[in-house]
T-cell receptor, first 115, second 115 residues
Framework: DSGVTQTPKHLITATGQRVTLRCSPR?????VYWYQQSLDQGLQFLIQ???????AKGNILERFSAQQFPDLHSELNLSSLELGDSALYFC??????????????FGPGTRLTVT | AQKITQTQPGMFVQEKEAVTLDCTYD???????LFWYKQPSSGEMIFLIY??????QNATEGRYSLNFQKARKSANLVISASQLGDSAMYFC????????????FGTGTQLKVEL
């Protein structure tokens, strides 16, 4: 158990809908990262937050947005869902956001299926 | 652009034998970190081992060791005394300090441990 929690574990929804994925980082970790794992794209970084502020952005679609709240939990919002958004979405956390020496610990993931 | 290459889509190893999973990387950034993660069929991402670019010694964690050859830009994972529970997908990943600490992943190697 990494200490990172994600809810829900599974989500099935229809095209055009909007969903929210939730992540609670390990106790004491200030950074939260979101990754998408799909069959065609592999594992891709979406976005990072550090202590409530956006730190880095990757291949995140405009239809997707995220935020980190004062209690450090984070939410990833996916809207106008398309079939291609079906994937495993991981949240990871680490101690800090300013150096490369911090291991990232992953949550169990949320499997999103868009039908 | 930074890139991680894992050239072995699948590998087989006999129980109790050692196995090496290959990973090469490409970066011009002098400061970076290299990670290996294990993803069993259940889907979670399990952190295995970390190597910093300035670390003088190869990292080891129990049965896992990282064969870091900086000049060749390789970071191979060595698993000693393979166990059936080692059967999983293994991902090499890299953090670049100039990249906001996002992890860039390789395509993975599927390892199967046989009796």
């Amino acid at each position: 158990d990494s200490g990172v929690t994600q809810t829900p574990k599974h989500l099935i929804t229809a095209t055009g809908q909007r969903v929210t994925l939730r992540c609670s980082p390990r106790s004491g970790d200030l950074s939260v990262y979101w990754y998408q794992q799909s069959l065609d794209q592999g594992l891709q970084f979406l976005i990072q937050y550090y202590n409530g502020e956006e730190r880095a952005k990757g291949n995140i679609l405009e239809r997707f947005s995220a935020q980190q709240f004062p209690d450090l939990h984070s939410e990833l919002n996916l809207s106008s869902l398309e079939l291609g958004d079906s994937a495993l979405y991981f949240c990871a956390s680490s101690e800090g956001g300013l150096t490369a020496s911090y291991e990232q610990y992953f949550g169990p993931g949320t499997r999103l299926t868009v039908t | 652009a930074q890139k991680i290459t894992q050239t072995q889509p699948g590998m087989f190893v006999q129980e109790k034998e050692a196995v090496t999973l290959d990973c090469t990387y490409d970066t011009s950034d002098p400061s970076y970190g290299l990670f290996w993660y294990k993803q069993p069929s259940s889907g979670e991402m399990i952190f295995l081992i970390y190597q910093g670019s300035y670390d003088q010694q190869n990292a080891t964690e129990g049965r896992y060791s990282l064969n870091f050859q900086k000049a060749r830009k390789s970071a191979n994972l060595v698993i000693s005394a393979s166990q059936l529970g080692d059967s999983a997908m293994y991902f090499c990943a890299m953090i670049f300090t100039g990249g906001g600490n996002k992890l860039t992943f390789g395509t993975g190697t599927q390892l199967k441990v046989e009796l």
